[in-house]
């Protein structure tokens, strides 16, 4: 196991405290030992870093990431990108996350159904550099619904973003597939989204095909995220023990309620500007999965 020690940096180690100086000994992925002040820490046997006064800080977790997304002009070019390129600019990306300080990342949707299994399994492997990486499904969406991009005259499902189902039936049969390709996450898309034209209140999915979804990964022992910005979805969200909400932008009270009564099973990651909705950040529990420094 490879061990390194940090010396000569101002330690700021996300409690609130004001940064420190001391020593940072990480072994392997893990931070082993931290100490105040300069020579704490024994230094044979290990690689020592001196960080010539900088700050040094654990690793930032980033819970909603899209690597085969990012930096892509709009979403006729990401969908319309032959798999191999993207899976190089998925890379590419996923190496950018880990030079920004990302060392944990949640995938909250692929635009194509393999890319981000693919992307965790080489990052896991040491073939490219990477965060921690959950991967995720596409999203899952119904006719109509956010992520249904065909056209009546190019009915082509490889043009829309989200997996298209219709019934629980086509729900089930989805779900597994993703299950079977190694999914970490199933994605489901509950609510609209105003960039994309569907009102965000918009939410068509039904409960029954909710249940099958849940059901169908839970039984794999994975988690359910959703793209929940209505009330209703969110409400949804708690009803069938999807674990991973983004967005809650106009949850209610009722909806607000129920999420602090269940924030032990439920993990919300809304957007920046949702900051101030503190109700919202009082529910949230970050994944098991994803809490390492």
């Known amino acids: 196991m490879t061990s390194v020690l940090f010396t000569n940096v101002r330690i700021f180690d996300g409690t609130g405290a004001l940064a420190y100086p001391g020593e940072v000994l990480v072994q392997g992925n893990r931070i082993s030992r931290i100490a105040r002040g300069a020579r704490a820490l024994p230094t044979a046997g290990v690689t020592t870093v001196d960080g010539g006064g900088a700050t040094l800080m654990p690793g930032l977790v980033e819970a909603h990431t899209h ?3 990012n930096d892509q ?12 390129e993207h899976i190089l600019w998925c890379a590419h990306i996923a190496k950018r996350y880990l030079d920004m300080g990302f060392t944990s990342c949640i995938g909250a949707a692929t635009a194509k159904p393999r890319l981000d299994v693919v992307i965790r399994n080489a990052i896991e492997s040491g073939q490219i550099p990477g965060p921690r990486y959950l991967a995720a499904s596409q999203e899952i969406t119904v006719p109509g619904g956010l992520g249904d991009e065909t056209l009546p005259h190019l009915p082509y499902p490889e043009f829309s973003f989200g997996a298209i189902v219709n019934g629980p039936e086509e729900m089930r049969k ?3 597939m993703f299950l079977k390709y190694g999914v970490d996450t199933v994605k489901l898309n509950l609510s609209g989204e105003y960039i994309a034209g569907i009102p965000a209140e918009f939410t068509p999915m039904t409960e029954e095909e909710i249940a099958v979804a849940v059901k169908e990964a839970h039984v794999r022992g994975k988690r359910v995220s959703a793209h929940a910005r209505s009330a209703e979805a969110v409400k949804q969200c708690v009803r069938h023990g999807i674990e991973i909400i ?18 032990d099973k439920h993990f919300v990651a809304p957007c920046w500007w949702m900051a101030t909705r503190s109700r919202i950040w009082r529910s949230c529990a970050i994944p098991p999965s994803c809490s390492r420094s």
């Open 73 to 84: 002009p709009g979403l006729s070019e990401i969908q319309r990108m032959p798999t191999e």
């Open 174 to 176: 989805t779900v597994r």
């Open 67 to 69: 690597f085969s997304w």
């Open 246 to 263: 983004y967005h809650a932008s106009f949850a209610d009270e009722e909806a607000l309620d129920m999420l602090e009564a269940n924030r």
